[in-house]
């Protein structure tokens, strides 16, 4: 047998370094948190947090450093970022659940992993039913955490640890960044990531300030941002947006929810290199803008017929917020629309399940993908006619290679499948069969919607079978990193070589 077959050299040592420096930078943003608990005079809830942060450093320190001197290979290629890329989510979300658990805001290991892992890959599906309860420190910490996941884990260390630029930068960005290609917008990798989290940072700031003009209070204005551009959904508030009910922040959060679900690389462009050709020739964007405005239309037509608002004005609001907020997989919602008929619920799904565009921080299989498909089925009706006509997929005036689109096609089929076995599984624990796969097509597209008698409520996740919120927890994870990045280390091949 060992003849036969043998295993990849896969560098572990370096994956366990490189661990090790990704723990110690989330254990500086433990400090923040710990800072805001402080200032609110939550002092059980801070020490929690130093707590967690000196547990998360020491523990990244020894990873980082205890074997420095006795391994010298500091190689990463692509099976090493995949692990690595793979990895640092789970163990981010172990170490992002301590604070839940010292500071008993869940009862056990798996609501707090579940809650950990819902933050950091932005999806926003929550077991906690009272979050007015919970101290400040810890819905700071929920919303960080998303901001945190929204751009990249990854992208972030890149950002601030140019060293991984050359040891593998490019395989991690692949891995990490969502997309159909994964184009730079700078000539290096760790430019692009400094690039990137610039804009993330600089649109936070800018909604910040402008929340404040609002009903929120800084710290609500605040974890709303950071949940906002995200495009995570954790609110502050039990009843959401609803708790406020301003036109103007209901505005303001659109307006940075859609343009989150935007390709980051066109808003470089644009508000960095000042160009607006992108905003022109984009087909993608054109798509994503021409979904929303079907979606607001129908639903507004919708909610007027059944007469579902008290006025018109509310009617144009709920049918604008939630469909930006389905299609960007943010998860506010201004309105219970479970309520509101099936024909609304059903076009929400739709648009849950494509999402925005790639390169940008929502979820979904993204309306890039989409594009795609159905430029390729167009091309392939027309052969059904013109069997020996020579027609490829094209975007932006470019041909799209054929081997791009049969992975899009391979993506979108798996997508389909993975949501349908998540169901499955769920109906297993007696959960509904629609109620299931609603779940299932919200965990893996990140978006955090409940549905039914068991989710749908107050109560949320939390009345999920413990086997359900790992399986969801899964999904999430497999969402975030869109499918490939890993699945493909459950395959043999990963491992072992012919």
Same mark, same amino acid.
């Given at each position: 047998?060992?003849?036969?077959?043998?295993?990849?050299?896969?560098?572990?040592?370096?994956?366990?370094?490189?661990?090790?420096?990704?723990?110690?930078?989330?254990?500086?943003?433990?400090?923040?948190? @710990?800072?805001?608990?402080?200032?609110?005079?939550?002092?059980?809830?801070?020490?929690?947090?130093? @707590?967690?942060?000196?547990?998360?450093?020491?523990?990244?320190?020894?990873?980082?450093?205890?074997?420095?001197?006795?391994?010298?290979?500091?190689? !990463?290629?692509?099976?090493?970022?995949?692990?690595?890329?793979?990895?640092?989510?789970?163990?981010?979300?172990?170490?992002?659940?301590?604070?839940?658990?010292?500071?008993?805001?869940?009862?056990?290991?798996?609501? @707090?992993?579940?809650?950990? !892992?819902?933050?950091?890959?932005?999806?926003? @599906?929550?077991?906690?039913?009272?979050? &007015?309860?919970?101290?400040?420190?810890?819905?700071?910490?929920?919303?960080?955490?998303?901001?945190?996941?929204?751009?990249?884990?990854?992208?972030?260390?890149?950002?601030?640890?140019?060293?991984?630029?050359?040891?593998?930068?490019?395989?991690?960005?692949?891995?990490?960044?969502?997309?159909?290609?994964?184009?730079?917008?700078?000539?290096?990798?760790?430019?692009?990531?400094?690039?990137?989290?610039?804009?993330?940072?600089?649109?936070?700031?800018?909604?910040?300030?402008?929340?404040?003009?609002?009903?929120?209070?800084?710290?609500?204005?605040?974890?709303?941002?950071?949940?906002?551009?995200?495009?995570?959904?954790?609110?502050?508030?039990?009843?959401?947006?609803?708790?406020?009910?301003?036109?103007?922040?209901?505005?303001?959060?659109?307006?940075?929810?859609?343009?989150?679900?935007?390709?980051?690389?066109?808003?470089?462009?644009?508000?960095?290199?000042?160009?607006?050709?992108?905003?022109?020739?984009?087909?993608?964007?054109?798509?994503?803008?021409?979904?929303?405005?079907?979606?607001?239309?129908?639903?507004?037509?919708?909610?007027?017929?059944?007469?579902?608002?008290?006025?018109?004005?509310?009617?144009?609001?709920?049918?604008?917020?939630?469909?930006?907020?389905?299609?960007?997989?943010?998860?506010?919602?201004?309105?219970?629309?479970?309520?509101?008929?099936?024909?609304?619920?059903?076009?929400?799904?739709?648009?849950?399940?494509?999402?925005?565009?790639?390169?940008?921080?929502?979820?979904?299989?993204?309306?890039?993908?989409?594009?795609?498909?159905?430029?390729?089925?167009?091309?392939?009706?027309?052969?059904?006619?013109?069997?020996?006509?020579?027609?490829?997929?094209?975007?932006?005036?470019?041909?799209?290679?054929?081997?791009?689109?049969?992975?899009?096609?391979?993506?979108?089929?798996?997508?389909?499948?993975?949501?349908?076995?998540?169901?499955?599984?769920?109906?297993?624990?007696?959960?509904?069969?629609?109620?299931?796969?609603?779940?299932?097509?919200?965990?893996?597209?990140?978006?955090?919607?409940?549905?039914? &008698?068991?989710?749908?409520?107050?109560?949320?996740?939390?009345?999920?079978?413990?086997?359900?919120?790992?399986?969801?927890?899964? &999904?999430?994870?497999?969402?975030?990193?869109?499918?490939?990045?890993?699945?493909?280390?459950?395959?043999?091949?990963?491992?072992?070589?012919?």
């Amino acid at each position: 047998m060992s003849r036969l077959f043998s295993t990849y050299h896969i560098n572990y040592m370096m994956v366990i370094r490189v661990q090790g420096w990704l723990l110690m930078v989330e254990s500086l943003f433990l400090l923040l948190p @710990a800072a805001v608990s402080t200032y609110y005079g939550e002092q059980n809830v801070a020490f929690a947090f130093l @707590a967690t942060f000196l547990i998360t450093a020491a523990c990244g320190c020894l990873m980082a450093f205890a074997f420095h001197n006795r391994f010298r290979d500091t190689s !990463m290629h692509k099976r090493e970022g995949i692990l690595l890329t793979s990895v640092v989510w789970v163990v981010f979300s172990i170490f992002g659940m301590l604070p839940l658990l010292f500071t008993s805001t869940v009862s056990s290991i798996t609501d @707090a992993f579940f809650e950990s !892992m819902s933050g950091f890959t932005t999806t926003g @599906a929550s077991v906690i039913s009272d979050v &007015e309860a919970l101290p400040r420190g810890i819905l700071f910490w929920r919303s960080l955490s998303q901001w945190i996941g929204g751009m990249g884990i990854i992208l972030f260390t890149l950002a601030v640890l140019p060293m991984l630029n050359y040891k593998g930068g490019v395989t991690l960005f692949s891995s990490e960044v969502t997309g159909i290609t994964h184009e730079r917008i700078r000539p290096r990798v760790n430019q692009t990531a400094k690039s990137l989290w610039m804009i993330y940072f600089v649109m936070s700031v800018i909604m910040f300030v402008l929340l404040l003009f609002g009903p929120m209070n800084w710290f609500d204005a605040l974890c709303h941002t950071l949940s906002t551009v995200s495009t995570g959904g954790f609110s502050t508030m039990n009843d959401g947006l609803h708790y406020w009910h301003n036109y103007y922040t209901d505005a303001v959060i659109i307006f940075f929810m859609l343009l989150c679900g935007v390709n980051f690389s066109i808003i470089y462009a644009v508000f960095v290199e000042h160009k607006i050709k992108p905003l022109k020739s984009n087909v993608t964007l054109k798509w994503y803008l021409g979904v929303i405005l079907f979606g607001i239309v129908a639903i507004f037509c919708r909610v007027e017929y059944m007469d579902f608002c008290d006025n018109i004005s509310d009617s144009i609001l709920y049918s604008v917020f939630d469909t930006i907020s389905a299609i960007t997989s943010t998860g506010f919602s201004t309105i219970d629309y479970e309520e509101h008929g099936q024909f609304v619920f059903f076009l929400l799904l739709i648009l849950m399940f494509f999402g925005g565009m790639a390169g940008s921080t929502s979820g979904g299989a993204k309306i890039d993908r989409f594009v795609v498909m159905v430029k390729n089925l167009k091309n392939e009706m027309y052969k059904t006619i013109n069997p020996n006509a020579v027609r490829s997929v094209r975007l932006e005036s470019k041909s799209v290679p054929r081997s791009v689109v049969d992975k899009v096609l391979a993506f979108l089929a798996i997508y389909v499948l993975i949501i349908v076995a998540g169901a499955l599984f769920l109906t297993l624990l007696g959960i509904p069969a629609f109620d299931a796969l609603f779940n299932s097509l919200s965990a893996i597209s990140n978006i955090g919607f409940g549905y039914g &008698e068991l989710t749908g409520g107050i109560d949320k996740f939390a009345n999920l079978p413990d086997v359900a919120k790992w399986m969801l927890a899964f &999904e999430m994870l497999i969402g975030r990193l869109e499918l490939f990045t890993i699945l493909v280390i459950f395959t043999r091949n990963f491992w072992i070589k012919d």
